[in-house]
């Protein structure tokens, strides 16, 4: 094993305690001290640097089946993150890389180190792996391009679109050729943003009169492709403003993860049948044949500066939870990224 003298006997890492009914609450969570196992064979043992709170996990926290299994009570949560390793009994993986794997909230973690993907700090600033040149950035760029099926000088209407997936979402789009990019974002900071930072044409605050109405007036033309990161009222308005043969991406409804009632909208689906509407629900795990390509294409438009982002970093392990909470709250602007000392 190659390792440094001392390796780390504990560390700390979230629990989640109870399951939230509605909105999670501090409460439902603890962050726990546990022992730091040594790796085994063919394991290594990381230092987590960042690591990702993303929407998905809140439906992790409920305890039903889906296409990621539930958080199970009183172990450790997961999720992406990067670190630096410790300590390798892999012959592919040597003390110092930096490495994505799927072992966040916690200090320390210890995996299989064929299940760690080696990453470079010197080709982007490590956060960057969890955001728009990670998960978040595949799904926008899989689910506008593929999922979406963008065509030249669709009319896009984007939602949650100050976010990791929607301001990623938005600026392919505007590359890729779309004639008019409209975002959508719950502050009127956000608002500002997504015109004068990220190339939308035009945007809103769907917290300052119905969706409906505003996306009416954004788009007289109506929308060819809408990307749904927020379901209810969204999806509602989007698909009154689609033109035939439009289609919609379901990506996401954050509007609905905490709720306890079912959504009220949308309630004009049978507009789809006249329409011919095409609405796909879609899985980033299904497209990770497109990574390569993804960020190839993703870091020269970064490079080039033609694409930009942000984070929202909050520092400190025992931050994470708050990290969640105000991401759901829409306390982030671009990634939400948990960042422990390096
Ligand atoms: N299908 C997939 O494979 C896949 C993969 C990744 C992500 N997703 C989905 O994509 C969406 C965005 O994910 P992300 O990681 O990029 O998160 P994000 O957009 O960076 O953060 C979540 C944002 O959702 C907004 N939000 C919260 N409650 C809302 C509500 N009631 N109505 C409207 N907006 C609300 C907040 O922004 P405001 O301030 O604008 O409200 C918040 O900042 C989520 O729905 C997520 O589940 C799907």
Redesign the pocket.
Known sequence: MTAPETLPATGREWHLTARPHGWPTPEDFALREAPVAEPGEGEILVRNLHFSV???MRGRMNDVKSYVPPFQLDRPMDGAAVGVVLASRHPDVSVGDHVQHGLGWREFATLDGGRATRVSAELAPLPAYLGVLG??GL?AYA?LLRVGSLQQGDRVFV????????SEVGQIARLKGASQVIG????DE?VRLLTEKYGFHTAFN??SAPVGEQLKEAAPDGIDLYFD??G?D?LEAAIARLNTHGRAVI?????Q?NATEPPAAPRNLALVIGKRLRLQ?????DHTDLQQQFVEEVSGWIRSGELVYDETVVEGIDQAVDAFLG??????????IVSLPQ
């Open positions: 993303d929407p998905y998960m978040p799904t689910g939602s949650g679109a100050a976010g990791a997936v929607g959508s974002a719950g502050s956000k769907y917290k990161n927020v209810g969204h990506c996401g409804m954050i509007a993860y629900g879609m899985l980033v795990a991401m759901l709250a829409g306390r982030n602007t671009g990634k939400m």
